[in-house]
């Protein structure tokens, strides 16, 4: 039949995997070179900023200047440039492409639930694999400075960020097909990654996600209008009303979106009515993109916000061909980032879609769906690799759901010679980082480039 691989199947994953190791040996994942056309970090910024709202762009460069760490967190492109010039094994797979080790977190499931998973997904494309682990274990050495953590207990973290990765790909390409796509349940993560000295923080993080709720955020944004309902009240710069024409714009796309969804979801949008439309400026690589926040009340006056988000290409496209990958074709960019989401999540939001704004590309999805995030930055230094090893296993899990477990467990092996090479690697993208940020934050100060500090 069209569309599945010929049955039985013809030779091994595994084999296929550990013979990649020729052409492309582990340790070669340590290597980070120097680029001569490589743009400088200013540059690479000012280049990021081209097409997002001119005034907000300085909010987005003075959240990045805050630290190292915010500075990659802003700067996927700038080291997608970078990974396109180090070795790949040509395994592709979906990979978030911003992989950082602050995107993860809680959010809601259908029935309540809190489940923890990668949960941005801007950059999201078919590509190597590597660039996600690489970017991950660069992020937690970041992480882990910027909280005061020694040099050892970064690199450990890299390390094995790396090591649960990789076990944890041979433990899916052991299970069955049907087991494999939906093992390790959220459940069993602390013990799956003996990260029991983070249980304290999950425990807190849990509890203020089940408070994360739309109801919640209608409270403290939202105020009684006469006649009956509600509308979002201005809180510069971060939430502020719109014009009609644009709030009405952004409604009306809402008829587009619901053609997105799955048809058992219409009934539940239809006990709704849309009340308000605001602008709501969003995290650190987003900042300047077009965000909106849409109020719906049903029946007895309770909300449900979805947040209606500009979708722009992944930052990662220019830069596959270079790493020998093919360049996907692209019918819609929030389509893209949708369905990148639902490839790598075991769970994802009921009501993602997409749909156009004034011919601009956008996601939906629900806002603050009990939403919470442990602050890899603000962790003590013996907790930092217990977040590694967690964080590493959902990258393995995420990757899994597109690529054969199998064929990347045979390239990755038993032993642990692409952890440590991996964390050179990490170790030496994050001391170009800090040099990269030290570059940013001079142009600030010198007034090459307008930053808005503490936004």
């Known amino acids: 039949m069209p569309g599945f691989a010929a049955w039985p199947a013809q030779g091994s994953p595994k084999e296929e995997g550990k013979a990649l190791r020729g052409p492309v040996p582990r340790e070669a994942h340590a290597e980070l070179t120097a680029d001569t056309g490589r743009p400088d970090a200013v540059t690479a910024v000012q280049e990021s900023n081209l097409g997002r709202i001119p005034e907000l762009t300085p909010i987005r460069v003075g959240r990045m200047a805050a630290t190292p760490f915010a500075f990659l967190r802003g700067s996927a492109g700038l080291m997608a440039y970078d990974l396109a010039r180090t070795p790949v094994t040509g395994i592709g797979a979906q990979i978030c492409g911003d992989a950082h080790a602050a995107n993860f977190g809680l959010y809601g499931d259908a029935r309540g639930g809190l489940v923890i998973d990668l949960n941005d997904f801007d950059e999201t494309v078919h590509g190597p694999w590597e660039w996600d682990l690489k970017r991950l274990a660069t992020s937690l050495v970041l992480a882990g400075r910027e909280a005061g953590a020694d040099e050892d207990t970064c690199r450990a973290a890299a390390h094995d960020t790396v090591g649960s990765y990789r076990r944890t790909m041979r433990l899916l390409a052991k299970l069955p097909v049907l087991d494999a796509w939906n093992a390790i349940a959220d459940e069993e ?30 409270a403290k944004s939202t105020q009684a209008v006469d006649g009956g309902g509600r509308r979002f009240v201005d809180a510069p710069p971060v939430l502020r009303r719109v014009p009609d024409a644009e709030a009405a714009a952004v409604a009306a796309s809402l008829e587009q979106y619901l053609t997105t969804l799955s048809e058992d979801r219409l009934p539940l949008l239809a006990r709704y009515a849309v009340h308000d439309v605001a602008f709501r400026v969003v995290g650190t ?21 979805l947040q209606v988000k500009e979708a722009r290409a992944s930052a990662l496209l ?41 011919g601009r590309p956008f996601q939906v999805r629900q806002f603050r769906n009990r939403k919470g995030s442990v602050d890899p930055a603000a962790l003590a230094a013996d907790q930092i ?33 692409l952890d440590e090479a991996v964390a050179t690697f990490a170790v030496a993208y994050a001391d170009r980082t800090e040099a990269d940020h030290a570059e940013l934050v001079e142009a600030v100060r010198s007034g090459r480039i307008e930053g808005e500090m503490g936004v």
């Open 189 to 218: 993560l602390v013990s799956h990654t003996d990260a029991h000295d983070l249980l304290g923080t999950l425990e807190r993080v849990s509890e203020k996600a089940r408070a994360n709720t739309s109801g919640r955020f209608a």
């Open 285 to 305: 690589g987003s900042v300047g993109t077009r965000s909106y926040v849409v109020l719906l009340l049903d029946h007895r006056g309770e909300p449900l916000v």
């Open 318 to 358: 220019p830069h596959l061909a270079t790493a020998g990958h093919a360049i996907p074709e692209v019918q819609h960019e929030g389509r893209r980032v949708v369905l990148g989401q639902k490839r790598m999540q075991v769970v994802s939001d009921i009501l993602l879609g997409w749909t156009t704004v004034d």
């Open 385 to 417: 690799d217990d977040y590694a090893r967690m964080t590493g296993a959902l990258l393995a899990r995420a990757h899994a759901h597109s690529a054969d477990p199998r064929l990347i467990a045979g390239y990755c092996g038993k032993n642990e010679e």
